[in-house]
């Protein structure tokens, strides 16, 4: 029995023997069951609106061998190379909520004039759009960084993290900005800017907390300058 957030099963676990599973899609929505699957209520969440997230609960289903993902055992080792691939995907999502803040911001601040002239003219503006848009390029190659060297096979626990780390805090921060550049009228919702201060949170979180990325990329670095001082 368990649930989506909190698995359990009786006796011990073995880390050795994890195995994935494909489960059948059930397309029926909250409150639906499916041979001991049972959707529950949906969550509301403070951004990602347009992503259900809900409750699943399961009870006594059972899975045939046909539905076995790679080989048994394996399972592990797959999720390790999925958590790389969802790192990178979080950075790019991150990138893309910054770039749609930082180009709210950048029109907002042509737009909108105060004594006689757009306050994109302020310098505290200026300031502001130029550090913005430096960590946005930033986080932008660091993530095409990633994904590349991840096409091409190579090894990128490291690299993965740098980018969902980098490119997380600049969303979040660029989205917060862009809020202050809007000034009262960002704090409604007649201006998407709002949005993207609420869904910014979730890519620090997501795929792995930033505070757990610095451990991944610092304890990555020591054990690439073990492997290099050994060969």
Sequence with gaps: MGDERRA?????????????????????????????????????????????????????????????????????????????????NIAARAVGVARAAFDAALRYARDRHTFGRPIAEHQAIQMKIADMATKLEAARLLTRSAAERRQAGERVDVEAGMAKLFASETAFEIATEALRIHGGVGYTTDLPVERYYRDAPLMIIGEGTNEIQRLVIARGLLKRAEETEAR
Excluded at 22 to 32: Q, S
Excluded at 54 to 72: E, K, Q, S
């Design 8 to 88: 359990r099963r009786p006796g011990r676990a073995r880390g050795t023997d994890i195995r994935g599973h494909l489960l059948p899609d059930g397309r029926e929505g909250a409150g639906a069951a499916l041979g001991g699957i049972t959707v529950g209520r949906a969550i509301d969440k403070l951004g990602y609106k347009g992503v259900e997230t809900v409750d699943m609960h399961y009870d006594g289903h059972r899975v045939g061998a046909d539905a076995l993902l790679g080989d048994a055992g394996r399972g592990l080792g797959y999720l390790l190379s999925a958590l790389e691939v969802g790192r990178i």
